[in-house]
Nanobody, 128 residues
Framework: QLQFVESGGGLVQAGGSLRLSCAAS????????IGWFRQAPGKEREGVSA????????FYTNSVKGRFTISRDNAKNTVYLQMNNLKPEDAAVYYC?????????????????????WGQGTQVTVSL
């Protein structure tokens, strides 16, 4: 089964930047998209960004639009999430996985995972 390893998280001051990496154990082009999710303590996991495999189009939930950028390196089977101008509300554990579909009702990215697997994630902490 395809697996993902997330890395790149850390502690950063508000306004700072981090780049997260999502390394896949195999090819991901067969999946509709690769998505980044996040989960803050006491909250449900939410969609952050998706990269559609067919054309490389990027999609974002409204709260990160203009600050986050998703990209990929096909040769490395890796998807990145560049996060700029981080805010305390961005603090969470960030996960990536293959996605079989998504929509953006009212600006909120809703993604359906394609596989029943979640890695350990990478912790992002934003201080004031």
């Amino acid at each position: 089964q395809l697996q993902f390893v997330e890395s790149g998280g850390g502690l950063v001051q508000a306004g700072g930047s981090l780049r997260l990496s999502c390394a896949a154990s195999g090819f991901t082009s067969n999946y509709y998209a690769i998505g980044w999710f996040r989960q803050a303590p006491g909250k449900e996991r939410e969609g952050v960004s998706a990269l559609r495999s067919s054309d490389g189009s990027a999609f974002y939930t409204n709260s990160v639009k203009g600050r986050f950028t998703i990209s990929r390196d096909n040769a490395k089977n890796t998807v990145y999430l560049q996060m700029n101008n981080l805010k305390p509300e961005d603090a969470a554990v960030y996960y990536c996985t293959a996605v079989r579909g998504f929509g953006i009702p009212s600006g909120k990215l809703m993604m359906t995972p394609a596989i029943d697997y979640w890695g350990q994630g990478t912790q992002v902490t934003v201080s004031l």
